[in-house]
């Protein structure tokens, strides 16, 4: 059975440019989480969604990112315009969200570095 | 509200003893609790869950971590430390309400000692 599946894995690009991350959850899961996670601040939420849609993106920093999920076998997340401070690993994870024991599983993480 | 709080940054151990690393959370109810593993340039892996059943929980590699509700502990133990241990460790509470955050601690870095 896949995994949480991100791409891309790596992405190194300039400031101003925009940038997409992407995220296959695991077939079934119903709820859908975006981490970063940086050096200096640890991990942090930055929305979850609930059956496609978004129950908390109080963790998105600002208007430059926006998330989307417009089905439930993928989300995207979205950087515009990106910024030097934007460098992090950003997560994905899913969870099945009634039912279950509710542990998240996450993907391998988008390493991006905005030059 | 709820919280989690891992009480130490880094944890030095020598290979061979055991390892403790711990954990205190803060719950209105009885939450889920959790414990992950984050090894160099990789995701989060699953360590052990408990979900009130039995209070002590068996992981993978040998990891263990004891619920014990009256404390408002949850720590992770392995009697023998191995050099593939070395990684960060999250403890993480997950309420009753799914709708509810789910509380990351720090983390805990693991150095294991040849």
């Known amino acids: 059975d896949a995994g949480v599946i991100q791409s891309p894995r790596h992405e190194v690009t300039e400031m101003g440019q925009e940038v997409t991350l992407r995220c296959k959850p695991i077939s079934g899961h119903n709820s859908l989480f975006w981490y970063r996670q940086t050096m200096m601040r640890g991990l942090e939420l930055l929305i979850y969604f609930n059956n496609n849609v978004p129950i908390d993106d109080s963790g998105m920093p600002e208007d430059r990112f926006s998330a989307k999920m417009p089905n439930a076998s993928f989300s995207t997340l979205k950087i515009q315009p990106s910024e030097p401070r934007d460098s992090a690993v950003y997560f994905c994870?899913?969870?099945?969200?009634?039912?279950?024991?509710?542990?998240?599983?996450f993907g391998e993480g988008s390493r991006l570095t905005v030059l | 509200a709820q919280s989690v709080t891992q009480l130490d940054s880094h944890v030095s151990v020598s290979e061979g003893t055991p390892v403790l690393l711990r954990c205190n959370y803060s719950?209105?109810?009885?939450?889920?609790l959790f414990w992950y593993v984050q090894h160099p340039n990789k995701g989060l892996q699953l360590l052990l869950k408990y979900t009130s059943a039995a209070t002590l929980v068996k992981g993978i590699n040998g990891f263990e971590a004891e619920f014990k509700k009256s404390e408002t502990s949850f720590h992770l133990t392995k009697p023998s430390a191995h050099m593939s241990d070395a990684a960060e460790y999250f403890c993480?509470?997950?309420?009753?309400?799914?709708?509810?955050?789910?509380?990351f601690g720090k983390g805990t870095r693991l150095h294991i000692l040849p």
């Open positions: 993480v509470v997950r309420p009753l309400n799914r709708d509810d955050k789910i509380i």
């Open positions: 994870a899913s969870s099945s969200g009634q039912g279950g024991t509710g542990e998240l599983f």
């Open positions: 719950s209105s109810y009885s939450p889920s």
